[in-house]
């Protein structure tokens, strides 16, 4: 079971350039998530996506699109990278119950110089 | 106010030892809780849910107090490999989904 997978690793950026950051799951979860993660700041939610075709912001939005392509993908655009945007990047998904963990990506270190 | 708080640590504690994290949430109407684990660079991992009656996982218990809006997660006998960052994650109804909000985390050494 592959389970959710991300890409890239690693990326480095120079200010204004853009990318996407690619997120699938094989298991069928109606669920899913970007976080980002910075030191002493926890993971902080940037989008989710409740079901195929709806995505919502979270608490730190700015800077970033999102794309729910199909029930399997969801990803994550920065149009014009900048330095406050070098973070870890996590991809997660679940099943929409409450108990339900959440399945994570293995993550993308972002460095915008 | 920080909707889930935890004392970042770091806790170093020589193997053996028991050692206990606490974590406060703000939202009374959050549902469901969880530790997880998270090792350097990496993704966090469930460790385990946290259910009202308390639950006990091998060396690990985990207690919720819905009360006073209190979770903790109490390790015992401590091993080098439990050395981690252990994240705290409360989970409420938003906007047609269950989010997830996670505390900083709070570090753990283990100590030979």
């Known amino acids: 079971n592959a389970g959710v997978t991300q890409t890239p690793k690693f990326q480095v950026l120079k200010t204004g350039q853009s990318m996407t950051l690619q997120c699938a799951q094989d298991?069928?979860?109606?669920?899913m998530y970007w976080y980002r993660q910075d030191p002493g700041m926890g993971l902080r939610l940037i989008y989710y996506?409740?079901?195929?075709?709806?995505?919502d912001k979270g608490e730190v939005p700015n800077g970033y699109n999102v794309s729910r392509l199909n029930k399997r993908e969801f990803s994550l655009r920065l149009e014009s990278a900048a330095p406050s945007q070098t973070s870890v990047y996590f991809c997660?998904?679940?099943?929409?119950?409450?108990?339900?963990?959440?399945?994570f990506g293995s993550g993308t270190q972002l460095s915008v110089l | 106010r920080k909707e889930v708080e935890q004392d970042p640590g770091p806790f170093n504690v020589p193997e053996g030892a028991t050692v206990a994290f606490n974590c406060t949430y703000s939202?009374?109407?959050?549902?469901?809780f969880f530790w997880y684990r998270q090792d350097c660079r990496k993704e966090p991992k469930l460790l385990m849910s946290?259910?009202?009656s308390g639950n006990e996982d091998g060396r690990f218990t985990a207690q919720l107090n819905r009360a006073s809006q209190y979770i903790s997660l109490l390790i015992r006998d401590s091993k080098l490999s439990d050395s981690a960052t252990y994240l705290c994650?409360?989970?409420?109804?938003?906007?047609?989904?269950?989010?997830?909000?996670f505390g900083t985390g709070t570090r753990l050494k283990v100590l030979a």
């Open positions: 939202n009374s109407a959050s549902q469901s």
């Open positions: 996506s409740a079901s195929e075709g709806t995505t």
């Open positions: 298991m069928n979860h109606n669920s």
């Open positions: 997660a998904s679940n099943r929409d119950s409450p108990r339900e963990k959440l399945f």
């Open positions: 946290v259910y009202s």
């Open positions: 994650v409360v989970n409420m109804w938003d906007s047609g989904t269950y989010k997830y909000i």
